[in-house]
C-alpha cells in the first residue's frame, strides 16, 4: 500500500488492514474501523461438535471471541449469533424473537461470482481424529456470551435484513468452518457477497475441517492458512481480531 492511501486512511479515522490476495502477492489497505457501523456475526461456535479435533481447537478461539464481541459491543457493534440447526432452543428467547420480528428486506439479484474448487479436499468430512460424523450439537458454546441486545438467527433472509434495518456497512465473520460453514451457510460469505454485502473474515477466529491425510496432505494449520488465503483472492478481505482491539483502543 503507498504512503499517500495510507496517511488518508488514517486521516479519517481509527483505522484497520484488510487483507487480500492477487496474482501478485499480498495486498492490504488501510480502511475505518466504525463499529456502530458493523456487524459481527458468530458462525456455528457450537457447544459440541461431532469431531474431536475441531472441540479441541475450538477451545482456544472461545475466550478470543468473546473478548473481541465485548469489545466492540461496547462500541456500539450488532452482534448475530448464528449456531445453525439449533433455533429450537432459542425458539423463545427475546434475541430469536428480536431477528424474527425484523421487517423482511428483500435481497437484490444475486451477483454472479465464480471460484475455483477449494485448495484442500474435504470430501471425507475433514475430521483429523477419526470421529464418525452425527449432530452433536445443541445450542451455542457457553462461552460465548449473548447479550440482550444481540440476535440469535441462522437464517440468510434474517442476517440480511438485519443489516439493512441497522443500516450496517460491513458484516465481520468469525466461527467455523472456513471450508463449509464460514463459507457456504445462508448468512455466510459466499451468499453475503452475493448479495451485495461487503464480509471481512476474522482469520485468527476460524479454523477448518481438513484432515491431513487428505490432499494436499499438508499439516492442518497450513490447510486452513490455504482455505483463508482463497478466500482473500476469491470471496472477501480478511483482519485479525488483534488489529480490530487496536483499532477499538484509539477511540479510548
Not at 10 to 28: F, H, Q, S
Not at 175 to 200: D, E, S, Y
Not at 225 to 248: D, F, G, H, M, Q
Request: hydrophobic content about 40%.
Amino acid at each position: 500500500m503507498d504512503r499517500r492511501r495510507f496517511l488518508s486512511a488514517l486521516a479519517a479515522g481509527p483505522g484497520v488492514p484488510l487483507r487480500r490476495r492477487k496474482e501478485t502477492g499480498v495486498d492490504e489497505t488501510i480502511v475505518e474501523f466504525q463499529p456502530a457501523k458493523s456487524a459481527f456475526i458468530v458462525c456455528d461456535m457450537w457447544d459440541k461438535h461431532w469431531c474431536r479435533g475441531a472441540n479441541e481447537r475450538l477451545g482456544p478461539i472461545v475466550p478470543k471471541a468473546r473478548s473481541l464481541l465485548d469489545a466492540v459491543r461496547r462500541k456500539g457493534a450488532v452482534i448475530i449469533h448464528a449456531p445453525s440447526d439449533t433455533m429450537d432452543f432459542y425458539r423463545d428467547t427475546p434475541q430469536r424473537l428480536a431477528a424474527m420480528s425484523t421487517p423482511a428486506a428483500e435481497p437484490p439479484a444475486m451477483l454472479e461470482i465464480t471460484a475455483p474448487p477449494l485448495p484442500i479436499d474435504d470430501s471425507g468430512g475433514g475430521c483429523d481424529t477419526g470421529d464418525r460424523t452425527l449432530k452433536a450439537w445443541t445450542r451455542q458454546h457457553p462461552g460465548i456470551p449473548i447479550a440482550a441486545e444481540d440476535y440469535i438467527t441462522d437464517k440468510g433472509g434474517e442476517v440480511y435484513s438485519i443489516l439493512k434495518a441497522r443500516n450496517i456497512q460491513t458484516l465481520f465473520i468469525l466461527g467455523v468452518h472456513t471450508n463449509m460453514c464460514i463459507l457456504n451457510r445462508t448468512f455466510a460469505i459466499k451468499q453475503m457477497t452475493r448479495w451485495g454485502v461487503r464480509p471481512v473474515l476474522i482469520r485468527d477466529l476460524t479454523d477448518s475441517m481438513y484432515n491431513p491425510a487428505d490432499r494436499p496432505f499438508v499439516t492442518h494449520e497450513q490447510g486452513t492458512n490455504l482455505v483463508i488465503e482463497y478466500i482473500e483472492r476469491y470471496w472477501c478481505p480478511s483482519v485479525t481480531s488483534t488489529e480490530l482491539k487496536a483499532a477499538l483502543q484509539q477511540t479510548e
